[in-house]
């Protein structure tokens, strides 16, 4: 997550004035996630500002617009919503008309979703292909969540987010200690996001299912995700849906 999203937002505006809409869009969002953390909802409407200059003129950036503008609307929504509560006041909604963009239906072939595709063809069971085969609908999204990885067994284990299937690339490492945990932001959209656990020589395979986590927590990405690394099984492993962290003692 953005640590200022203050500087994100300077940074953005200058992607935009030398004409770099993708890196002002990757800025963008940065400052989003890093406004919804500090539940800043005049900085989300900063962003929005910002994402209404860019002109969107090629498919990709105008994709990544549509979902930004999405998403820091949503997040809007959820910050003026906490507000009113703690206000005692009733809330109104900022954007009643608001539907997911259409672009959200669009075939976007993210990490998850190849994943989720290879992991459901290597284990050819009619289950996993009922939770996978939806996958290829889902679109790119620019909105992270935080995937709490908890080491609940004995040992020490080194935990490695996997690029593809067989792991032959990684995105991220973690050593944990017993009871130790790591964090690492993921996109909410990735229906399967995939983990190789190693301990005293053994390697265990942990997918979890980011999505439908994601969604059962109610599409909050402020929300960690928590899962145990003592769930991973043999390779490929079975899918594992992660459990929305409690309220108290985030």
């Known amino acids: ?13 200058a992607c935009i004035d030398r004409g770099d809409e993708q890196g002002a ?15 800043n909802s005049a900085g989300l409407e900063h962003v929005l500002v910002l994402a209404d ?5 090629a498919e990709q950036t105008s994709v990544g617009r549509e979902n930004l503008v999405y998403a820091v609307k949503q997040n809007t929504r959820a910050e003026t919503r906490r507000q009113a509560q703690e206000r005692g ?38 289950a996993l292909i009922g939770v996978f085969g939806v996958a290829p609908f889902f679109a790119e999204s620019k909105t992270d969540v935080t995937l709490r990885l908890v080491n609940d067994s004995s040992a020490r284990v080194q935990v490695r987010g996997c690029d593809d299937v067989n792991c032959a690339t990684t995105w991220t490492q973690a050593d944990l200690d017993a009871g130790a945990t790591a964090e690492r932001d993921v996109p909410v959209n990735e229906a399967v996001q995939l983990f190789k656990v190693e301990r005293s020589g053994t390697s265990t395979c942990l997918p979890l299912l980011v999505h439908r986590a994601y969604v059962g927590a109610g599409s909050d990405s402020t929300v960690p995700l928590v899962a145990r690394l003592s ?9 594992v849906l992660p459990r929305a962290a409690p309220v108290r003692g985030l």
């Open 89 to 126: 006041h009733p809330w109104r909604d900022p954007y009643p008309d608001l539907q997911a963009p259409t672009e959200h239906t669009g075939i976007t072939m993210t990490r998850g979703v190849k994943i989720a595709i290879a992991i459901g063809t290597a284990l050819a069971t009619a």
């Open 231 to 239: 769930q991973a099984t043999p390779c490929p492993g079975t899918a």
């Open 25 to 39: 869009l990757k800025r963008l969002d940065r400052a989003r996630q890093g406004y919804v953390k500090q539940r």
């Open 53 to 57: 200059v860019l002109s969107g003129s």
């Open 1 to 13: 997550m953005a640590p200022n999203p203050d500087r994100e937002l300077a940074d953005a505006r």
